[in-house]
């Protein structure tokens, strides 16, 4: 009889319930499933009500895998229930931002660099989602040739922010729609119905956005290449759930756009739509719900020698994050790594 493993999650905010969900889905291998969060109640998810336990440490004794989808930060879900769940021999594999950058810790895309799973600590981060869906269509090409820049916009559900900012777009919209003047903001620093906000994070260097930094510093780890020029405009649209993101990329040889369709129409998990005649492309509202990365819209530039354009989109909630960090583990027992 093939393994099973006790699992905890922690978290069942916009990702958890999603990982809920694809647990079921997959069949993970799961014998005991525990699930954390501040407080303990019942929560009803795709149907099925879940005992939901108030997070502390002994909670995590006997756990093979914890998935974190809590909250970052000092005193996070992460920081502060990670160490000790990898001191009890638990495989940690973490939604958030705190360890992505730890050279100890690696970041993984199953699809794009599962080799490094091997080299984990007891800790694996999965990356940031506008990094993951760049990188699945960007990664196939770079095998090809080597991108040397890229130049990202990207247009972010507000799913992205998790449960709250759901609400928020929710409860916006009629009050905007009745011609109401007075809209209360609690998530974002403006109103986020009916309008775009240029700003997702705080701003660092060079006037760039911690979320624009992260497809940076991510990217340049994932590829093992500091080489690569990456800027971003990281942008949140007035859309539940969906990212979708405008990519340039120069290649160091030039790659046709026939060729660029025949590699990313053979990338493991990602979709091609590129029909611009008959108006198809990738949109979030064909996206939310669904596993694959999809692409469209691969142009040559014809200005710039090697330069291309691709519009890409995916469930930030699914391949973005918690799809992901399932991906990860399966491919950790696939590989006997557990
Ligand atoms: N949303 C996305 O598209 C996305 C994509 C990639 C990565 N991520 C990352 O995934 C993580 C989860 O994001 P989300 O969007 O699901 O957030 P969310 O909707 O706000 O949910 C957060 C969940 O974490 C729980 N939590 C918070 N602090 C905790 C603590 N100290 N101990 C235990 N549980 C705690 C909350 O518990 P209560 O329910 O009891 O309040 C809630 O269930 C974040 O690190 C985020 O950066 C999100």
Redo the contacts with the bound molecule.
Sequence with gaps: MSKKYNVVL???????AEMLKILDQRNFPIDQLKI????SREEEIGGRTYE?RA?AEEELDGAHFVF?????GA????A??APPAIKRGAVVID???DFRLDPDVPLIIPEVNPEDIGKHRGLIA?P??STIQMLMAVAPLYRVSRVTRIIASTYQAV??????AICELREQSPKVLAGELDIECHVYPHQIAFNVIPQIGSFKEFGFTTEEWKMDRETRKMLHDDSIRISTTAVRVPVFNGHAESVYIETEKPIVVERVREILGEAPGVVLIDDSENARYPMPIEASGEDGVYVGRIRRDPYVKNGLHLWIVSD??RK??ALNVIQIAERMIADGLV
């Design positions: 922690v978290g069942i905010g916009a990702v958890g954390l969060a501040r407080s939901v997070a974190f989808a809590g909250t970052e005193k996070g879900a992460s502060t229930y939604n958030g931002a999965s940031n989602c799913s992205g922010t998790g449960r709250d930030n909630i973005g994050a």
